[in-house]
C-alpha cells in the first residue's frame, strides 16, 4: 500500500523551511510548530501544502490560514 507524503514549504523571515510528514495531521502538527514561533508575525510566514490528495492538502491549507489569523488575534 503507497502511503501520501505530505510537504509543506514555509518561507518565513528566517528563511525557507520544507517539512515532509506520512500523514495530513502530522503535517500539519509540524507546520503549526513553526508558526508559532512567529505568533504575532504569522501572517507574513508564507507557506504551500504538496500531496497527492489534493482534498487532505487543502485541509492543511485551510488549517494552517486560519492558524495564522488566529495567532495574529491572540
Given at each position: ?42 501572517l507574513t ?30
Amino acid at each position: 500500500m503507497s502511503e501520501t507524503l505530505f510537504r509543506v514549504t514555509l518561507e518565513t523571515r528566517d528563511g525557507r523551511r520544507a517539512l515532509t510528514a506520512p500523514t495530513e495531521r502530522e503535517a500539519a502538527l509540524m507546520a503549526e510548530s513553526v508558526m508559532r514561533r512567529y505568533e504575532r508575525e504569522s501572517l507574513t510566514v508564507g507557506f504551500s501544502v504538496d500531496c497527492a490528495d489534493r482534498e487532505a492538502g487543502r485541509r492543511v491549507a485551510f488549517y494552517l490560514t486560519d492558524l495564522a489569523l488566529e495567532l495574529v488575534l491572540a
